[in-house]
């Protein structure tokens, strides 16, 4: 209620059957989630859609914001069969140069 997301992204979320989030906290910030989707065309199309979008975004602050550019590098988007992971990997200083 109240999200709104293209249509298409909508219709990928629908056949999400579950998943899992874990997050590990040190000198920087790891993150793992991983959907599990009714079928894996689903699956296929929500990774081309979620690396389609950080291409989009890199080409945009690639020029006026180098260090948010290494953080989208540190996102990584992947899938088998049904399956969807997103790894996100950011160092701490990397993190606090954004801060200022």
């Known amino acids: 209620p109240g999200l709104r997301a293209p249509a298409p992204a909508l219709e990928i979320l629908k056949s999400l059957r579950g998943g899992t989030y874990e997050m590990r906290v040190d000198e920087g ?3 793992k989630a991983v ?28 020029r006026e914001q180098p260090d948010l550019l ?10 088998s069969g049904t399956t969807v992971v997103v790894n996100i990997d ?3 200083d990397l993190l ?5």
């Not at 959907?35 to 602050?61: I, M, P």
């Not at 290494?70 to 899938?79: A, C, F, P, T, Y």
């Not at 606090?96 to 200022?100: E, F, G």
Request: proline share 2%; glycine share 8%; net charge positive.
């Open 29 to 31: 910030i790891h993150a």
């Open 35 to 62: 959907g599990s989707f009714a079928d894996a065309e689903a699956a296929r199309n929500l990774t081309d859609l979620a690396r389609g979008f950080l291409a989009v975004a890199k080409l945009q602050v690639a």
């Open 70 to 79: 290494h953080v989208l590098d540190g996102i990584q988007v992947r899938s």
């Open 90 to 92: 950011e160092p701490g």
């Open 96 to 100: 606090m140069k954004l801060k200022r």
